[in-house]
């Protein structure tokens, strides 16, 4: 080479990356709902080709499960304070508010990989429930009822609410909202955690 640069590359850095992918996925999903996500979809609003997206991701499935836990990792940091059910009724707030900012969370499938975002989650889930006399397996349980029942409310929540506001008369309240929703997964927790049940 003339100016004696032998064996750099030339043209533009490469600019994709597995979060770049995953956010792009994240913006399709929160426009259009889930099922528009597709690697050909990406790959055109990244303006590169479902190839080039293939060499970061496994494919669609692998780009949801990431996608998944790029969400969970917009969760707020809170301080655990040792008092595990205020600690959860927030914990729980937080994610019914990502769930209503990503709708299509609630149907997401359950990943396979637990990414580093998602075992961060849990950590902390276990971390609030440090203070609760369970054994691990109890308070594992009781995570994935919570899961469970956050993304049903997701799911259903809306609707329920639209339906009992038609058939409610108008003095009492229209529905289940987010603090109600909050106590009975609050509850139904330690329901799980207590050896009595």
Do not use: C
């Given at each position: 080479?003339a ?37 050909r979809r ?14 970061h ?107 009992s ?10 529905g ?22």
């Amino acid at each position: 080479m003339a100016d004696g640069r032998i064996g750099r590359s030339t043209g533009r850095p490469p600019r994709l990356d597995r979060t770049t992918i995953g956010l792009s996925g994240i913006t399709l999903a929160d426009e259009r709902g889930l099922a528009a996500v597709t690697m050909r979809r990406i790959a055109a609003r990244l303006d590169s080709s479902p190839a080039a997206l293939y060499r970061h991701v496994d494919g669609r499935d692998d780009l949801v499960e990431l996608m998944v836990d790029l969400v969970i990792g917009q969760s707020p940091d809170r301080e655990v304070t040792g008092n595990w059910r205020d600690d959860l009724e927030r914990f729980v707030g937080d994610l019914l508010q990502l769930h209503r900012s990503h709708p299509w969370l609630a149907s997401a499938p359950i990943p396979r990989v637990v990414g580093p975002q998602t075992t961060r989650m849990l950590e902390t889930l276990l971390e609030i429930l440090a203070a609760h006399p369970a054994d691990r397996g109890r308070k594992l349980a009781a995570v994935a009822v919570m899961m469970n029942l956050v993304a049903g409310f997701s799911r259903w929540g809306p609707a329920v609410t639209e339906v009992s506001t038609s058939l409610t008369p108008v003095h009492e309240p229209p529905g289940l909202g987010d603090l109600e929703a909050v106590a009975v997964v609050v509850d139904a927790v330690g329901g799980v955690l207590s050896p009595d049940r």
